[in-house]
Protein backbone atom coordinates (compact mmCIF):
# COMPACT_ATOMS: atom_id res chain seq x y z
CA UNK A 1 0.00 0.00 0.00
CA UNK A 2 1.34 3.43 -1.22
CA UNK A 3 1.54 6.28 1.48
CA UNK A 4 1.12 9.92 0.46
CA UNK A 5 2.04 12.90 2.93
CA UNK A 6 1.28 16.65 1.65
CA UNK A 7 2.67 19.66 2.19
CA UNK A 8 2.75 23.38 1.51
CA UNK A 9 -0.51 24.15 1.52
CA UNK A 10 -1.73 27.90 2.34
CA UNK A 11 -2.78 31.29 2.07
CA UNK A 12 -1.35 33.23 -0.74
CA UNK A 13 -2.58 36.37 -2.35
CA UNK A 14 -3.25 36.63 -5.66
CA UNK A 15 -0.61 36.63 -8.29
CA UNK A 16 1.52 34.58 -5.78
CA UNK A 17 3.37 31.22 -5.80
CA UNK A 18 3.12 28.29 -3.67
CA UNK A 19 4.72 25.01 -4.05
CA UNK A 20 3.26 21.58 -2.91
CA UNK A 21 4.98 18.35 -2.14
CA UNK A 22 3.55 14.95 -2.09
CA UNK A 23 6.30 12.49 -0.75
CA UNK A 24 5.50 8.74 -1.34
CA UNK A 25 6.04 5.94 0.68
CA UNK A 26 8.08 3.90 -1.23
CA UNK A 27 10.26 4.93 -4.59
CA UNK A 28 7.89 6.52 -7.39
CA UNK A 29 10.18 4.50 -9.72
CA UNK A 30 7.10 2.09 -9.35
CA UNK A 31 4.26 4.23 -9.45
CA UNK A 32 2.88 4.26 -12.77
CA UNK A 33 1.48 7.75 -12.66
CA UNK A 34 1.40 10.64 -9.40
CA UNK A 35 -0.66 13.21 -9.90
CA UNK A 36 -2.47 16.70 -7.95
CA UNK A 37 -6.41 16.92 -8.11
CA UNK A 38 -8.77 19.70 -6.70
CA UNK A 39 -12.07 20.59 -5.27
CA UNK A 40 -13.03 23.80 -5.24
CA UNK A 41 -15.94 25.11 -2.64
CA UNK A 42 -19.30 22.97 -3.98
CA UNK A 43 -18.00 21.79 -6.81
CA UNK A 44 -16.35 18.50 -7.91
CA UNK A 45 -12.62 16.97 -8.01
CA UNK A 46 -10.81 17.61 -11.07
CA UNK A 47 -7.38 17.24 -12.40
CA UNK A 48 -4.94 19.60 -12.27
CA UNK A 49 -1.81 18.04 -13.01
CA UNK A 50 -0.22 14.14 -13.87
CA UNK A 51 3.01 12.70 -14.53
CA UNK A 52 3.77 9.47 -15.57
CA UNK A 53 6.53 7.32 -14.16
CA UNK A 54 8.13 7.61 -17.88
CA UNK A 55 8.09 11.34 -17.64
CA UNK A 56 5.08 12.58 -19.65
CA UNK A 57 3.11 15.26 -18.27
CA UNK A 58 -0.33 15.85 -18.64
CA UNK A 59 -2.07 19.61 -17.47
CA UNK A 60 -5.23 20.97 -17.10
CA UNK A 61 -5.80 24.08 -19.30
CA UNK A 62 -6.84 26.36 -16.58
CA UNK A 63 -3.33 25.45 -15.17
CA UNK A 64 -1.25 25.44 -18.33
CA UNK A 65 1.59 27.80 -18.53
CA UNK A 66 1.09 28.87 -14.41
CA UNK A 67 1.55 25.65 -12.76
CA UNK A 68 4.40 22.93 -12.86
CA UNK A 69 4.50 19.07 -12.31
CA UNK A 70 7.69 17.97 -11.41
CA UNK A 71 9.37 14.79 -9.87
CA UNK A 72 12.30 14.30 -7.55
CA UNK A 73 12.90 10.73 -7.47
CA UNK A 74 15.84 10.06 -4.89
CA UNK A 75 13.47 11.88 -2.24
CA UNK A 76 10.06 9.58 -3.53
CA UNK A 77 8.99 13.49 -4.36
CA UNK A 78 6.24 15.13 -6.66
CA UNK A 79 5.84 18.76 -6.36
CA UNK A 80 3.58 21.30 -7.75
CA UNK A 81 4.60 24.51 -8.56
CA UNK A 82 1.88 26.95 -8.86
CA UNK A 83 2.65 30.34 -9.72
CA UNK A 84 0.12 33.00 -10.80
CA UNK A 85 -2.50 32.32 -8.17
CA UNK A 86 -5.93 33.39 -8.62
CA UNK A 87 -8.60 33.39 -6.32
CA UNK A 88 -10.11 30.81 -8.86
CA UNK A 89 -7.68 28.25 -7.98
CA UNK A 90 -8.76 28.39 -4.37
CA UNK A 91 -9.67 24.72 -3.04
CA UNK A 92 -8.08 21.61 -1.32
CA UNK A 93 -5.63 20.24 -3.43
CA UNK A 94 -4.69 16.43 -3.26
CA UNK A 95 -2.00 14.14 -4.76
CA UNK A 96 -2.79 11.12 -6.48
CA UNK A 97 -0.86 8.01 -7.20
CA UNK A 98 -1.53 4.68 -9.43
CA UNK A 99 0.19 1.33 -8.92
CA UNK A 100 -0.89 -1.46 -10.14
CA UNK A 101 -4.68 -0.44 -10.98
CA UNK A 102 -4.92 0.69 -7.65
CA UNK A 103 -5.51 4.19 -6.91
CA UNK A 104 -4.02 5.87 -3.42
CA UNK A 105 -4.79 9.28 -2.28
CA UNK A 106 -3.26 11.97 0.00
CA UNK A 107 -4.80 13.68 3.49
CA UNK A 108 -5.37 16.91 0.90
CA UNK A 109 -4.34 20.35 2.23
CA UNK A 110 -6.34 24.01 1.88
CA UNK A 111 -4.77 26.20 -0.28
CA UNK A 112 -6.40 29.54 -0.47
CA UNK A 113 -6.04 32.43 -2.93
CA UNK A 114 -7.08 36.08 -1.66
CA UNK A 115 -7.64 38.85 -4.25
Known amino acids: QVQLVESGGGLVQAGGSLTRSCAASESIFSINFMGWYRQPPGKQRELVASSASGGATNYAEFVKGRFTISRDNAKNTVYLQMNSL ?5 AVYYCDA ?8 GQ ?3 VTVSS
Open 86 to 90: EPEDT
Open 98 to 105: WKRLRRYW
Open 108 to 110: GTQ
